[in-house]
């Protein structure tokens, strides 16, 4: 048993300290070509080693002809960006990265990223239309034990995400409605999203979800994937 709980602290430092990224552990340094900013974020334009590609990370300032170090990434294919109106063939998303005008590599990537309901996202001003067949974040947050491992569809913006993190991306949901101040819904994913994205999630509705050391969930939408 302590030997099993050895191993499982080292693999949540593992985790905790970013050292594993769903494109490898090496540090990549690549020179800036193209700069495109939008509301949320920066795409670059970048080349290393081989052929130009795309990267996107949080807005940031920095210049063509920058050097930047990163590691890791999350790649997306055929990626539409409405904000640009154009589809990229590939785009690799980074929490971060080091060098341009960022001196240094990203913060863990678990602060702040799965602390359940303990998670402080700002609520949006927003309101969304429910179809048929959609349950409110209010209602599961009012009656969790009726939709508890049950596969159901949840409909809301992307406030906050994050990716390749103890093997998942998380995804933390709005739709404007609220119950006793909760209105967050957090749900686990392999696809991508975009914060800002409004979109329809089926998954199961796990309820006081605990991963250990202090990670835990009143409510957790786990395996969900977009439904189109």
Known sequence: MKKTLKVLVVVLLAIASGCAGPTGDDA?????????QVQNYTYLLVKGKGPEYWIAV???????????????????????????DRTFDKVLFLDGFGGGSQQAMPPNPMQGATQGSQVKTDKL??????????????DLFKDPAAYAGKTIRVKGEVAKF???????????????????????????????????????????????????????YELLLEQATEVK
Do not use: C
């Not at 300032?61 to 997306?76: C, D, L, S």
């Not at 927003?126 to 349950?135: A, K």
């Not at 409004?198 to 250990?212: C, K, M, P, Y």
């Open 162 to 216: 994050n990716a390749a993190i103890m093997e998942r991306n998380w995804v933390h949901l709005q739709d404007g409605t609220e119950f006793e101040g909760k209105y967050d819904l957090t749900a686990t994913s392999q696809q991508g999203f975009m914060v800002g994205q409004v979109v329809t999630l089926e998954g199961i509705l796990a309820i006081n979800r605990d991963f250990g050391y202090g990670y835990s």
């Open 28 to 36: 990549v340094t690549v020179k800036v070509k193209a700069v495109e």
């Open 125 to 138: 001003d927003i309101s969304i239309e429910h179809e048929s067949g959609i349950v409110s974040i209010a």
């Open 58 to 84: 949080s807005s940031t300032e920095i210049e063509v002809g920058e050097k930047i170090t990163y590691q890791g990434g999350m790649p997306m294919e055929d990626f539409y960006s409405k904000e640009l």
